[in-house]
């Protein structure tokens, strides 16, 4: 017998945040949308720490994604509160702004150099000394050496916001195909569709992928179209704050040691996330001792109350990477399919804004003016030949 098929108006490859928010934001205009993925709501999410870093992580070069970034910080509480009135879940959306710290005088130099570029952005961020820094965190370490305070710097727990995600998908009406994509299906030079693991096809006038590291190896799509999308992993830990230690933290705490980064994200109800290692390793998720080693030792270096805590859970993700950081949004030159991947250390942030400009894909096939930077097309052949020395 031959599997059955379904046709929908546009099909999302891949249900982690970004293809959930895509599809929500779809069928809310009244697109008949379906999403293929076997656990929808998996995903980076379940690893990632949910930092709003618009301005913590701003580097240089990356004027368009701080824009970008910056438009969907802005959108943050009313794509949240939208998201709690129409599920119930609380998204654990939290404006408690972020302290970035120095231990050393190498350390100082590296954030004040990130302070200046702030700066330069018109972004806002406070310096202060080790001994402010200990007023608003009493936790940290004595040595201290100095501070950026960044109040517009927030936080939300990913597992929450992708539940919601999909219960919000659920309640518009979008169909969930819990299997593998095997195969884009392209009928005429057009992408058509999807043959799932078990033969069975789901035919769209419409295709996204979303489908996060997993985007750049989908069997079916043109070499050229691809995207270049590669694997970068994570390794993150989950503590819990006792009553008797709490509020361990009231504000996210990063900082650079000896080189890797480190962050604490201090949830409401009394998780502690420490992330996270930064791995070009391929599709490897293993949890090792050193990664582990690694981020307690830093954490403890800011922290050291740290080894009191109960170690709930360590986990590996991967982040999909792009060429330049930022992610690939819009049409390809396949008709019929846009891309919605390549968010890196940026999907939980770039969600609201991803489904938005989605949203305007696939009503009008043309990125909004915001998003247009985020085009594929920027890493075609020809375009990359166009570019300055
Ligand atoms: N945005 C933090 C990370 O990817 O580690």
């Known amino acids: 017998m031959s599997p059955t098929s379904d046709t929908a108006d546009v099909l999302v490859i891949g249900g982690g945040v970004i293809g959930l928010v895509t599809a929500w934001r779809a069928a809310q205009r009244g697109l008949a949308t379906a999403v293929v993925d076997p656990e ?79 700066r330069q ?149 009394g998780e502690l996330v420490v992330g996270a290692t930064s791995e070009e390793l391929g599709w490897d998720t293993t949890v090792t001792a050193g990664g582990v080693y690694e981020l307690l030792r830093d954490a403890h270096e800011l922290l050291p109350g740290i080894s009191e805590l109960p170690l709930t859970e360590t986990r590996a993700g991967l982040r999909p990477g792009s060429p330049d950081n930022a992610p690939l949004l819009g049409p390809t030159e396949l008709a019929g399919l846009s891309l919605a991947t390549g968010h890196y250390r940026n999907g939980v942030l770039l969600t609201p804004v991803t489904g938005d400009a989605m949203a305007h894909v696939l009503t009008t096939g043309e990125l909004p003016e915001e998003a247009r930077p985020f085009t594929p097309r920027r890493f075609d052949a020809a375009a990359l030949v166009e570019q300055p020395a």
């Open 40 to 118: 929808p709501g998996g995903g980076a999410a379940q690893v990632a720490a949910g930092m709003l870093a618009a301005v913590s992580e701003v580097h240089h070069g990356e004027q368009p994604l701080l824009a970008l970034s910056l438009a969907s910080a802005r959108r943050y509480p009313d794509f949240a509160a939208e998201l709690t009135d129409l599920t119930g879940h609380g998204l654990g959306y939290r404006r408690c702004g972020t302290l970035a710290i120095a231990l050393d005088a190498d350390d100082r130099a590296d954030l004040r150099e990130l302070h200046a570029l702030q």
């Open 121 to 269: 952005s018109g972004l806002e961020a406070e310096w202060l000394s080790g001994r402010e820094c200990r007023r608003l965190e009493p936790m940290l370490a004595p040595g201290v050496r100095g501070g950026l305070r960044i109040d517009g710097d927030h936080q939300i727990d990913p597992r929450r916001l992708s539940q919601a995600l999909v219960t919000a998908c659920e309640l518009a009406g979008v169909v969930f195909h819990r299997s593998w994509a095997e195969r884009l299906s392209v009928v005429r030079e057009r992408a058509a569709g999807v043959v799932l693991r078990d033969g069975a096809t789901v035919s769209a006038g419409q295709v996204v992928l979303a489908a996060g590291s997993l985007s750049g190896r989908l069997a079916g799509v043109p070499d050229g179209v691809l995207p270049p999308v590669r694997p970068v992993k994570g390794q993150v830990l989950r503590l819990s704050v006792p009553e008797r230690y709490a509020p361990f933290l009231s504000r996210t705490v990063r900082a650079v040691v000896r080189g890797s980064h480190v962050y604490l994200v201090p949830r409401e109800d």
